[in-house]
C-alpha cells in the first residue's frame, strides 16, 4: 500500500463525515463523531478489501470507491441502531460545507490527478562472452615466432532486453620472440583481418576498418621477447555460426645484422692525489 493510497482512505472518510453531518442531519451525535465513524469505517474496509478481497491490486479510483462504501456502513449503522436527535449548529455551516468542499477537491485530486511516473531504474550493463577455440596457438612470421593466448570475444549487452550496447571486441596476449642469432627485429606495426569458410575478409558492418597493432616494444634483439594486450574490434557478422573461419595477423617488421664488435682500451691507473 502506498501513501497517496492511505491518504486517499483518509480524505474519503472524513469527506463522508462531514457529507453525513450535513445530508443526513437528525439521527447522529455530531460532525467529530461522524468524521471517526467514516474514518473508521473508509480505512478499516479498505484494508480489508485489499488483504482478503478479490482484487488486492485495484487501482486507486476503485480503492476510493470501497473507501466511500466502508466509511457509509458505520454512518448508516448509527443512524439505524443509535439514532440521537440534537439539534443542529446552523452557526457553524459555512465552516462545515467549505470543509467539505476542500475534502472533494483534495479526493479528486488523489484519484483523477496525473499519476507520478514511476523512477526509471538504470539498465544492468553484463558482458556475452563468445569462446575461441583454440583460444592459444603458436605463430611464426619469419625470424619472429611466438603465441597468441586467452584469446576471447566479448560484446556488452542490456540484461533482460538483450540490446548490444557495446560493439564485440577480440581479446588476447600476444608473445613475440626474435628467434634469429644475428638479426635484429624493428617492429612496424600489424593488422589484422577476419576470414571466413570462402578465405575472404568479414567486413564490418558500420565505419570502424580492420584493427591495427602497435607494439610497445619497437626493437627486438636476438633472444629478446616482447609480450602485447589484444584488445581490438570484432565484426558482428563473424558471430554468426560457421561464419569465421581463421583469423590473420599481418605483421610487419624490419630485420638488421646484429653485431657485436671488441673494443680493447689501453689505460693504466696513476699514483692517488
Do not use: C, H
Not at 442531519?25 to 461522524?34: C, E, N, S, V, W
Not at 471517526?36 to 478479490?54: C, D, E, N, Q, Y
Not at 607494439?215 to 629478446?224: K, N
Not at 557478422?237 to 624490419?254: G, T
Request: charged share 20%; net charge positive.
Amino acid at each position: 500500500m502506498g501513501f497517496s493510497m492511505f491518504v486517499t482512505w483518509v480524505l474519503v472518510g472524513v469527506l463522508m463525515g462531514v457529507l453525513a453531518e450535513r445530508v443526513m442531519k437528525r439521527g447522529g451525535y455530531g460532525l467529530k463523531k461522524d468524521i471517526t465513524l467514516g474514518l473508521v469505517g473508509a480505512i478499516g474496509g479498505s484494508w480489508l478489501f485489499r488483504a482478503i478481497g478479490p482484487f488486492p491490486e485495484a487501482g486507486i479510483i476503485a480503492m476510493a470507491f470501497v473507501a466511500a462504501v466502508g466509511a457509509a456502513i458505520p454512518i448508516i449503522a448509527q443512524r439505524t441502531l443509535m439514532t440521537t436527535e440534537l439539534p443542529g449548529d446552523d452557526k457553524t455551516a459555512v465552516w462545515k460545507w467549505g470543509f467539505g468542499a476542500v475534502l472533494v477537491v483534495a479526493v479528486l485530486w488523489m484519484t483523477l490527478g496525473p499519476t507520478p511516473k514511476p523512477t526509471a531504474t538504470a539498465a544492468v550493463i553484463e558482458d556475452k562472452t563468445y569462446a575461441v577455440t583454440p583460444a592459444a596457438m603458436k605463430v611464426k612470421a619469419g625470424i619472429v615466432t611466438g603465441e597468441v593466448t586467452e584469446m576471447k570475444v566479448a560484446e556488452r549487452v542490456e540484461q533482460g532486453s538483450g540490446r548490444i550496447t557495446g560493439a564485440a571486441k577480440l581479446t588476447a596476449r600476444l608473445r613475440l620472440t626474435n628467434s634469429s642469432t644475428n638479426q635484429t627485429v624493428r617492429l612496424v606495426g600489424g593488422k589484422i583481418l577476419y576470414v571466413d569458410t570462402k578465405g575472404q575478409p568479414i567486413k564490418f558492418d558500420d565505419t570502424r576498418a580492420d584493427p591495427t597493432l602497435k607494439f610497445s616494444s619497437e626493437r627486438l634483439d636476438p633472444g629478446q621477447e616482447t609480450t602485447e594486450s589484444l584488445d581490438v574490434d570484432f565484426p558482428a557478422e563473424a558471430l554468426k555460426a560457421n561464419r569465421l573461419a581463421r583469423i590473420r595477423l599481418d605483421l610487419a617488421y624490419v630485420p638488421s645484422p646484429y653485431k657485436e664488435e671488441t673494443l680493447n682500451l689501453a689505460v693504466s691507473i696513476g699514483e692517488p692525489k
